[in-house]
């Protein structure tokens, strides 16, 4: 079985050149490159086409969350691992949906980052235990809103999600009007009406929600 190929990028070099010498010290890995920041990591990445990258979070320029959207962009097959010392949520959300699979922090024994390298260059995803109860919390929490905003636009007409969806384009009350062949005077009926059972208090924050909610793109 081949070796596990694997880019590293991190911008303090010290703690860079001991990780990526105790991984080429593992068995059935190889460390293919080495970066200091996300434009050369994302070079290095075209360039070897490793199984796994492992990205620093945190880097001047390019960040890790950024880097991660690049090469899953061109690269879905590399799986990619955030090496962070942060437990912020925020980053934790936004390197999973930008498509990253395996969240370790720096702290963490070398065992748990290879054992992080393994089983994504297998296909898997590792989180952090400290990480894991939140994200999976956080999910949960989402998955609970959109529950609760689908039941909100339950009681909306077939014309109301019409005219919620022209509204949120942008238009304005003659444009939707003229869209689905209606007087303005009925958009702005449509329109109060959707406020009111959207519970919102003007058309930004209506346009906002069906956004949050997939009525529109």
């Known amino acids: 079985m081949s070796a596990i190929r694997v880019v590293l990028a991190e911008d303090e070099r010290l703690l860079r050149d001991a990780l990526a010498r105790l991984l080429a010290m593992e068995a059935g890995i190889e ?6 920041n996300g434009e050369q990591a994302l070079r290095l990445v075209l360039e070897q086409r490793p199984h796994v990258l492992l990205t620093d979070i945190s880097m001047p320029g390019m960040d890790g969350i950024e880097l991660t959207r690049r090469v899953k962009q061109v690269l879905p097959d590399t799986a990619v691992c955030i090496l962070t010392i942060y437990h912020d949520d925020t980053s934790v959300f936004q390197a999973i949906k930008a498509g990253a699979t395996g969240y370790v922090l ?3 024994p070398l065992e748990e980052t290879v054992a992080a390298v ?3 260059a297998g296909g898997g995803s590792l989180l952090h235990p400290s990480i894991a109860a939140r994200v999976l919390a956080e999910f949960n929490r989402i998955s609970a ?3 609760a905003d689908i039941t909100m636009f339950a009681e909306l007409t077939d014309r109301e999600r019409e005219v919620l969806k022209e509204l949120a384009q942008g ?3 003659r444009e939707i009007a003229e869209a689905l062949f209606i007087s303005e005077k009925t958009v702005k009926n449509h329109i109060s009406s959707i406020l009111m059972k959207l519970q919102v208090n003007d058309r930004t924050e209506a346009a906002l929600l069906a956004a949050r909610s997939g009525l529109i793109e």
Not at 31 to 36: E, I, L, S, T, Y
């Open 31 to 36: 460390v293919v490159g080495q970066a200091g």
């Open 106 to 108: 720096k702290d963490s």
């Open 118 to 120: 393994r089983v994504l």
């Open 145 to 147: 809103q959109r529950a």
């Open 171 to 173: 238009k304005r009350n």
